[in-house]
DNA sequence: ACTCTGAGTCAAGACGGC
DNA sequence: CTAATTGACTCAGAGT
DNA sequence: GCCGTCC
């Protein structure tokens, strides 16, 4: 669910961290991509057959599907020859807090499943075209798929411990990687320097993408870091509930005003604006025990689970153990980011062979992806690099802003350090 | 009248021949 | 031993 | 630019 109305309020309110620049001007650059949602993207959308007939995936002879591999070949090749070199980084283990937000999802797909069935027995091509939609997963054998295709390919992949944005920032914050390239606001949250969005070729004529950038964004705002969290915490993740009738409005100006979440809930009318329990898991306990004006019959099962967690040793509100996970997550802290030249015949075999794949197409592709990686591996002059500081009237204010920053990261970095296991 | 929230729904790639 | 997205848009309704 | 095709 990313961060709910971020984007939105962002560009409301720091206008200025968001820019709108050529495709060209990331000549030169790495760039660290979640795979897994470019895989999702890809199953939904490389499909065959036009309307009025059931559209299905591409698919080798085997009846496996393929869609995922076109697409991110495709794309892969096409970053490398404007000349982008990507790292896809795939996603881990989700963290424990989210179970509760996953356990929504399933529900959800299997409301799909039965729909699907019912427009089945109907003959509803349409609506059995919208159900199976819904049910598109990148699954194992998805994303196996990729880390194979990606190998051969010599692009480098890197899979995370557990959410790959949280992992994709870490690369861009050591300065491995330029930018994190998703759709995805998480990686804002977990602090990644730069943020590209809108990095595909739908729109190839115009070829523009949108940058973010982490420290306008808290200047904009005029928050800190840990604010920031804070609001993002507030507006919607996927580790905790909210606080009823608080939208992006007001939780900028309760942040602004209060400074952290602790404080917006002493002074909020709670009458008002309902915290969920799960946000004060002490209270509750007193609650129980003095008297309580609870209905039973109204409270849902999903929290009585929730709470077996909680209850034991946990007493700890679940927007501490969000921040947490935005501030600590659990990250590879030394990787080393290597673009080796194709596998050709190997790659060939691969897409040919075992998927399928047109000869001559595939040849043509591989030449181009070598053409292109020698492009990439000649020594790297930006042009812009000679004239950024010349071009910045606040040079030295940013410059100074920048140390600042590139300090409290370092601290956060090491931080991290003592935690890993 | 205006502002805001929240629930629901939707759509989602890339190439090449013309 | 399974599963694993997300943002944009619209519209109704509540609160101010 | 639109539209069929990729597997």
């Given at each position: 669910m990313g961060i709910k109305g971020l984007a939105k309020l962002l560009s409301d309110e720091a206008p200025d961290c968001i820019r709108e620049v050529?495709?060209?001007?990331?000549?030169?650059?790495?760039?660290?991509?979640?795979?897994?949602?470019?895989?999702?993207?890809?199953?939904?959308?490389?499909?065959?057959?036009?309307?009025?007939?059931?559209?299905?995936?591409?698919?080798?002879?085997?009846?496996?599907?393929?869609?995922?591999?076109?697409?991110?070949?495709?794309?892969?090749?096409?970053?490398?020859?404007?000349?982008?070199?990507?790292?896809?980084?795939?996603?881990?283990?989700?963290?424990?807090?989210?179970?509760?937000?996953?356990?929504?999802?399933?529900e959800k797909r299997e409301k799909a499943q039965a729909a699907l069935a019912v427009a089945s027995e109907e003959g509803n091509v349409e609506e059995q075209d919208k159900q199976s939609k819904r049910l598109v997963r990148a699954g194992t054998k998805e994303n196996e798929d990729c880390r194979k295709l990606l190998t051969l390919m010599g692009v480098p992949v890197v899979t995370a411990p557990c959410?790959?944005?949280?992992?994709?920032?870490?690369?861009?914050?050591?300065?491995?990687?330029?930018?994190?390239?998703?759709?995805?606001?998480?990686?804002?949250?977990?602090?990644?320097?730069?943020?590209?969005?809108?990095?595909?070729?739908?729109?190839?004529?115009?070829?523009?993408?949108?940058?973010?950038?982490?420290?306008?964004?808290?200047?904009?705002?005029?928050?800190?870091?840990?604010?920031?969290?804070?609001?993002?915490?507030?507006?919607?993740?996927?580790?905790?509930?909210?606080?009823?009738?608080?939208?992006?409005?007001?939780?900028?100006?309760?942040?602004?005003?209060?400074?952290?979440?602790?404080?917006?809930?002493?002074?909020?009318?709670?009458?008002?604006?309902?915290?969920?329990?799960?946000?004060?898991?002490?209270?509750?306990?007193?609650d129980a025990q003095s008297d309580d004006d609870d209905e039973e019959g109204v409270e849902s099962p999903s929290k009585e689970e929730n709470n077996g967690i909680v209850d034991t040793e946990e007493l700890i509100p679940a927007y501490v153990q969000a921040r947490k996970l935005f501030n600590e997550h659990e990250v590879l802290n030394d990787i080393e980011l290597k673009w080796k030249p194709c596998q050709a015949e190997d790659l060939q075999k691969f897409l040919v062979d075992d998927m399928g794949f047109n000869v001559d197409r595939v040849k043509n592709n591989i030449e181009k992806l070598q053409a292109a990686y020698k492009a990439n591996s000649k020594p790297q002059t930006r042009m812009d690099s000679f004239f950024a500081v010349k071009a910045n009237p606040n040079a030295a204010k940013s410059a100074a802003k920048r140390k600042a920053d590139a300090a409290k990261a370092k601290a956060a970095v090491s931080k991290k350090k003592t935690k890993k296991h």
């Open positions: 050529e495709l060209k001007s990331l000549h030169g650059r790495k760039i660290a991509i979640d795979a897994s949602m470019a895989i999702y993207q890809f199953l939904i959308a490389v499909r065959s057959g036009g309307p009025n007939q059931q559209a299905t995936m591409l698919t080798n002879a085997e009846g496996e599907t393929t869609s995922h591999i076109q697409g991110m070949f495709n794309r892969t090749i096409r970053y490398m020859t404007e000349g982008i070199r990507p790292v896809f980084v795939f996603d881990g283990k989700p963290p424990d807090v989210k179970s509760h937000e996953l356990i929504k999802r399933r959410e790959a944005e949280a992992q994709a920032a870490a690369l861009c914050k050591a300065g491995l990687v330029y930018a994190t390239g998703t759709e995805d606001m998480d990686a804002l949250t977990f602090a990644t320097p730069i943020l590209v969005r809108k990095l595909t070729f739908a729109n190839a004529s115009k070829s523009m993408v949108q940058t973010m950038n982490y420290n306008k964004v808290i200047e904009g705002l005029a928050i800190s870091h840990d604010q920031f969290v804070d609001l993002c915490i507030m507006l919607g993740c996927d580790y905790c509930d909210t606080i009823r009738g608080v939208g992006p409005k007001t939780a900028l100006k309760l942040i602004r005003e209060h400074g952290n979440i602790e404080k917006v809930i002493e002074t909020i009318d709670r009458k008002k604006f309902v915290v969920p329990e799960s946000w004060v898991p002490n209270e509750k306990k007193l």
